[in-house]
């Protein structure tokens, strides 16, 4: 859809000129000119879409992936209903006149279902009536819907507005799909690129990248967390290969029942937050952002209560500090901003930080045989060969090139930087411990 005036076309051509796409102009450069975009907005009867565009959909597309839906945990309920289980129903109803479809896949989340410790591969039938939830949103007033108190008690047993609005939106495919080719792909938390389209690629700061992003300019110094608890992390192109296999299954091998695939690295590959605080700030040392405001530290914090006091502490007093000195230097003030942004993410996760789960994945690891040699390397979903220790190193140096825009060339640069912010450090702590210990001596020596 156009954004912030710029026409469709020219974002399309926008998207096509980043530098992730270079290998594949490179193998086949035709490929690129065979990509159309046509204007369209999931929050429009029928997405917005022209007359026209929508009859060439109807006579020519043969593979739908269904993955628009807003991502914010904690989005007021009207809108992730209306983007989450709405955009559905007008999926299915578009895909219904599609005379060459052959598979329809939604992308989910693995996070639908948290009432249970235990999910399998398959659509629950007690997450709600996706129709009563979208008329009562249509007859009562916003503000009331999206009060915090009425909101808890619509959602219920389910910890935000997202993972509510997703499990309806499942059960929506099982109400109104009929006949339809329907796929599910449940991934877990996602984060930057394994391989494709280059080790470490991301383009946003949600979930765990907010906190590489924090710790690694030296900003984040607590987060809320069980250092014990499975994170269950899976790089972006798993679930895309496997939604690609997925639609080859469904479209070659078509089922009555709407196959479910769990994709998630908890029971195949497993990796701790503990471990991920250690190994993060490995990396983020090895491979430091430019212009750190402090040299990265910190850690997770196991009791919310000691967090929160470190969150006042350790990021909201050096916020307040470094915006009145910035004041009275005549610059605009932005620190206090970004530690309320900051916290607000970061209370977003701490659910998912501080629970843990098991998934099935007994449809991924079948549908993983069922492929040749060549199109398990080529649509590679198995997590089981994963490096954790090189993939969070990626991972830092993706946050760091692709987040920031950060040229790797200029890391010499950022380690003498962030070794003058060690010692600088080092020197106020022993400073402190200095004027602490006369002030001791002075009360009671």
């Known amino acids: 859809r156009p954004k912030k005036g710029i026409e469709t076309k020219v974002r399309l051509e926008e998207l096509m000129s980043a530098k992730i796409f270079d290998k594949l102009k490179e193998s086949s450069p035709d490929v690129i000119s065979r990509v159309e ?12 879409i022209r007359k026209e565009d929508e009859q060439k959909m109807i006579e020519e597309v043969s593979v739908v992936f269904h993955s628009a839906a807003t991502i914010k945990f904690d989005e007021d309920l009207t809108k992730a209903v209306n983007l989450n289980v709405v955009a559905v129903f007008t999926m299915i109803e578009i895909c219904k006149k599609m005379k060459k479809l052959q598979a329809l896949v939604h992308v989910s989340t ?12 398959e659509i629950y039938q007690t997450n709600g009536d996706p129709v009563g939830i979208i008329e009562l949103c249509k007859r009562t007033d916003p503000a009331v819907l999206n009060s915090p108190k009425m909101t808890a008690q619509i959602i219920g047993n389910k910890p935000n507005t997202y993972t509510f609005t997703k499990a309806l939106g499942e059960s929506a495919l099982v109400t109104e799909g009929g006949c339809l080719p329907i796929v599910v792909i449940r991934p877990s938390i996602v984060v930057a690129a394994w391989r494709e389209p280059l080790p470490g690629w991301l383009e946003n700061l949600n979930g765990p990248t907010g906190i590489v992003a924090g710790a690694g300019k030296g900003v984040l110094r607590t987060v809320y967390c069980k250092r014990e608890k499975i994170a269950d992390l899976v790089p972006v192109d798993i679930p895309i290969n496997l939604a690609i296999a997925a639609a080859w299954k469904i479209a070659s091998q078509p089922s009555n029942a709407i196959p479910v695939y769990n994709c998630t690295s908890g029971s195949i590959n497993p990796i701790r937050w503990g471990q991920l605080e250690t190994m993060g700030m490995a990396s983020i040392r090895k491979y430091p952002m430019e212009n750190v405001v402090w040299y990265p530290g910190g850690s997770y914090k196991e009791s919310a209560t000691i967090n929160k006091i470190c969150q006042v502490t350790l990021h909201s007093l050096p916020a307040y500090l470094m915006d009145t000195m910035a004041y009275m ?3 605009k003030p932005v620190m206090i901003r970004v530690v309320e942004k900051m916290h607000k993410a970061q209370k977003a996760i701490e659910y998912f930080a501080t629970n843990e789960w098991a998934w099935s994945t007994d449809n991924v690891e079948k549908l993983n045989m069922e492929l040749t040699e060549v199109d398990r390397q080529t649509f590679n979903f198995d997590l089981s060969a994963l490096s954790w220790p090189d993939f969070i190193d990626d991972y830092v140096k993706g946050t760091r090139q692709f987040v920031f825009k950060e040229d790797l060339a200029t890391l010499d640069q950022a380690r003498r930087h962030s070794d003058k912010m060690f010692w600088i450090e080092k020197c106020l702590q022993i400073l402190l411990f200095i004027v602490f210990g006369k002030l001791f001596t002075w009360l009671f020596c």
């Open 37 to 48: 975009a046509i204007n369209g907005d999931i929050t429009e009867p029928s997405f917005g």
């Open 110 to 121: 693995a996070y639908c279902n948290t009432q249970y410790k235990h999910i399998s591969e």
């Open 329 to 331: 230097m005549g610059k």
